[in-house]
């Protein structure tokens, strides 16, 4: 059975650098992108980052870029968010999602395995 389990939200003060993990299980991380997909309350689920199956294959949302860094490890079958300097607007439930795409492809519905969620709440 695939799955995802999202683990390293919490409460945050601003400035802060967690990092999130992405455990993959029951499928091949290697052959799959992964995205890391948010959603803040009232809002739409939009997308943060990708890093796809080939070396380099890695997008940012504009609004993450220079102050989130994505990558993976396929022999621990891992996908990590690192964050830094976190806002109050980055308050959000992440989720990973596995999806057979590059990642200029990186819309929701191109990406069928999801996580539960981990809550990320930026407030001092």
């Known amino acids: 059975q695939y799955r995802l389990v999202e683990s390293g939200g919490g409460l945050v003060q601003p400035g802060g650098s967690p990092r999130l993990s992405c455990a993959s299980s029951?499928?091949?991380?290697?052959?799959?992108?992964i995205g890391w997909f948010r959603q803040a309350p009232g809002k739409e689920r939009e997308g943060v980052s990708c890093?796809?199956?080939?070396?380099?294959?890695?997008n940012y949302a504009d609004s993450v870029k220079g102050r989130f860094t994505i990558s993976r490890d396929n022999a621990k079958k891992k996908v990590y968010l690192q964050m830094n300097s976190l806002k109050p607007e980055d308050t959000a439930v992440y989720y990973c999602?596995?999806?057979?795409?590059?990642?200029?492809?990186?819309?929701?519905?191109?990406?069928?395995?999801w996580g539960q969620g981990t809550q990320v709440t930026v407030s001092s």
């Open positions: 999602a596995a999806g057979l795409v590059p990642c200029s492809y990186w819309q929701l519905y191109n990406f069928g395995t």
């Open positions: 890093i796809g199956a080939s070396s380099g294959d890695i």
């Open positions: 029951g499928f091949t991380l290697d052959y799959y992108a």
